[in-house]
């Protein structure tokens, strides 16, 4: 049994040092691939863009695209956070490749909201890319470009952010508004347009805009209709009878272009609701197709004509009236012929009469002035993020805007933040720097605990072996010895023992030596009864020294376990007390500041929490080892309490047998 737990407990020490192993080689191989950019931020937090199944679930192409981050105080402290955010940097997945972004709102005082869009050079479809957000350099400088953010090939980008109501084009073709609306803080993406119906918002001629004959092009925005908005004009771009519009006709968004005076429209769709949010997006190139919030509402087979001109945001620009030819005049009638009236009778060489008058020739009427063209009327609700490119943007790009900037957005998922320390970065060097000093000082007391538990268990483990191998030794040399008693007829022979040899560890061998000098001493005493045998008061006094070796070599076995009881009863408490304070002290300066910040309490938290687990670190190994050293110890003293019974015996027979053989000699 003894060989079956020794190979036992042999596999169980080999499994566990390859559990080690395996261990550390997980974390060095974690701690290389997510190494720290750059150690002078001292913060940083992994973001996630999941376009999988159980996140945005986008399948169409993405490719190049930007995210708006959204930050506040339910999932961010910006007090770590530089008032002008100037410290904020974005890194790739890799932790080297920065990625590039601006600011579109940032309030770290008031409101605690940052708004922030990130340029994702190739974000893939059904599945997610990771990146790194850094911050807290006290001495770091903007990193935001605006203008970088976007590829060359997207014109126009309105966020609405402007403090003046005039919108601004953060890219690089500066096509900013030439009349100014009034900014709303109700946007879906931050701020947004408020437009009344009456004044639509000018864009200025430019050449970046100038639409080239069959260009590809994307138009996007966030709308709003008022709720007795239905039809209206959301954009206009237009030379001479060349023209592109966009807008809502009875709630159904359309796409319609004007060809040297020839309109087409797109096919109508599904009509949007009044007083809700949605995305409309307009793509040209072989055909013009209409996106409601991501979905196909309608398409016409055109391509765009060549159109350089001024455009209008929240309205539509009249087709130029075309003057009709000036009339043709009707001829003038032809004059009646003159005939002579016969002279009277009777009269000779009388006068011809005077031919009468021709007719006057009747004026033509002028022509009516034309009448107009119809146009739609102008927009009233809000407008964000108004997008103008050059290129036809992917399916997938159009749907990610929405999982991103939507109400609905479900793209991004933030992970608690990291923080680098004496002890590097990650959950443990946030939660240490928010120990307090009572927390501090049961950590203390629970450190020593558990740093004395573990001296009694090594030493015990130790100790029970070295006693465990010279108990084995000494039996093998008992039974040796009992053959020669046997021979020799002795009751018990010396056994000669060095003080380095494995016997002399043995608590069996020091109860024989006990029992031996006892019984020499009464041998040589004669204290024995006419028979040559033992007198029963002697042999109660050798078993009685024998009983005393015994209590006394048990004492040692279970000597400093106490230390082990005590770990394994007081540390859970002591460790629950070291919370209870930390949780009164966090709540207590809730009170006191008498805001409730999920990012401020939490760290406080974790850390009073962490004086449980030191706690339960001091209880839990202790506990293992309290209960294997206790199984070890019963099985020495169950064998030196068998092996007493079996001394005592031999005592007692072998000192029968030696007075028998002296008798018959």
Not at 92 to 100: E, G, N, W
Not at 220 to 233: C, F, K, L
Not at 377 to 383: D, K, Q, R, T, V
Not at 591 to 617: E, M, Q, R, W, Y
Request: contains cysteine.
């Amino acid at each position: 049994m003894n060989g079956v737990l020794a190979a036992l407990m042999r596999r169980a020490r080999g499994a566990l040092v390859l559990v080690a192993v395996l261990a550390l080689v997980q974390i060095l191989a974690a701690g290389a691939a997510h190494a720290w950019w750059n150690g002078d931020f001292p913060y940083r937090m992994k973001i996630d863009a999941d376009a999988s199944p159980k996140g945005a679930a986008i399948t169409e192409p993405i490719g190049r695209t930007q995210i708006l981050l959204r930050l506040h105080s339910g999932n961010f402290n910006f007090q770590t956070l530089k008032e002008d955010g100037s410290d904020i940097r974005f890194i790739s997945a890799d932790d080297k490749t920065p990625l590039k972004f601006h600011i579109a709102r940032l309030d770290t005082l008031v409101d605690q909201v940052a708004l922030i869009w990130i340029d994702v050079p190739d974000l893939a479809p059904g599945t997610a890319t990771s990146f790194y957000m850094y911050w807290g350099n006290a001495n770091a400088t903007a990193g935001g470009d605006p203008r970088a953010t976007y590829d060359p090939d997207q014109l126009l980008v309105y966020h609405f952010g402007d403090q003046n109501g005039l919108p601004k084009d953060i890219t690089g073709f500066a096509n900013n508004a030439l009349t100014a609306g009034k900014r709303d803080e109700a946007g879906i993406t931050g701020f947004a347009l408020r437009l009344d119906g009456q004044s639509p918002i000018r864009i200025p001629q430019s050449a970046s805009l100038a639409i080239a004959a069959g260009q590809s092009a994307t138009w996007s925005m966030w709308i709003r209709p008022d709720d007795a908005v239905n039809t209206a004009a959301l954009y206009s771009i237009r030379e001479g009878q060349n023209a592109l519009t966009i807008g809502i006709d009875k709630g159904v968004a359309y796409a319609e272009v004007s060809n040297q005076g020839i309109v087409q429209r797109t096919a109508p769709g599904a009509a949007i609701s009044s007083g809700t949010w949605h995305l409309l997006t307009v793509t040209a190139g072989d055909k013009f197709t209409v996106y409601v919030d991501g979905e196909n509402r309608g398409e016409l087979a055109a391509q765009l004509p060549a159109i350089n001109g001024a455009s209008l945001l929240g309205g539509a620009i009249p087709a130029p009236v075309v003057a009709a030819p000036d009339p043709v005049p009707a001829p003038a009638p032809a004059p009646a012929p003159v005939v002579a009236a016969p002279p009277a009778k009777g009269a000779k060489g009388a006068a011809a009469p005077a031919p009468a008058p021709a007719p006057a020739p009747v004026a033509a009427a002028p022509p009516p002035p034309p009448a107009p063209v119809p146009t739609a009327p102008n927009f009233a609700g809000l407008i964000d993020e108004f997008q103008v490119s050059k290129v036809m943007r992917p399916l997938g790009a159009i749907q990610l805007a929405i999982k991103s900037q939507g109400p609905q957005a479900n793209l991004l998922t933030l992970e608690t933040p990291e923080e680098t320390s004496a002890l590097g970065s990650g959950f443990l060097a946030i939660i240490l720097k928010s120990v307090t000093i009572d927390a501090w000082v049961v950590i203390g007391i629970l450190g020593f605990m558990f740093g004395l538990s573990w001296i009694v268990m090594v030493g015990k483990f130790i100790f029970l072996g070295r006693q465990r191998r010279g108990n084995r030794a000494f039996m093998k040399a008992f039974h040796d010895m009992s053959k020669r008693a046997a021979e020799t007829h002795s009751p018990l022979a010396h056994i000669e023992v060095s003080k380095k040899s494995v016997i002399a560890a043995s608590p069996l061998y020091r109860i024989y030596q006990t029992a031996h000098e006892e019984l020499e001493g009464r041998l040589h005493g004669g204290r024995l009864d006419a028979d040559g045998a033992l007198l029963p008061q002697s042999l109660a006094a050798i078993r009685s020294a024998v009983d005393g070796v015994l209590v006394m070599e048990n004492q040692r076995l279970n000597k400093a376990m106490v230390v082990l009881t005590i770990c394994i009863a007081g540390g859970p408490f002591i460790g629950l007390l070291g919370t209870v304070i930390g949780v009164m002290i966090t709540f207590a300066a809730i009170a006191a500041a008498g805001d409730v910040n999920v990012n401020a309490i939490a760290p406080g938290i974790s850390a009073s929490l962490l004086a449980t687990v030191a706690g339960l670190t001091v209880a839990i190994p202790a506990l293992f080892g309290y209960n294997y050293f206790t199984i070890r110890i019963r099985d020495i003293s169950a064998e030196m309490a068998i092996f007493l019974d079996e001394l005592v015996t031999r005592i007692a027979e072998g000192v029968r047998v030696r007075s028998i053989a002296r008798a018959a000699e």
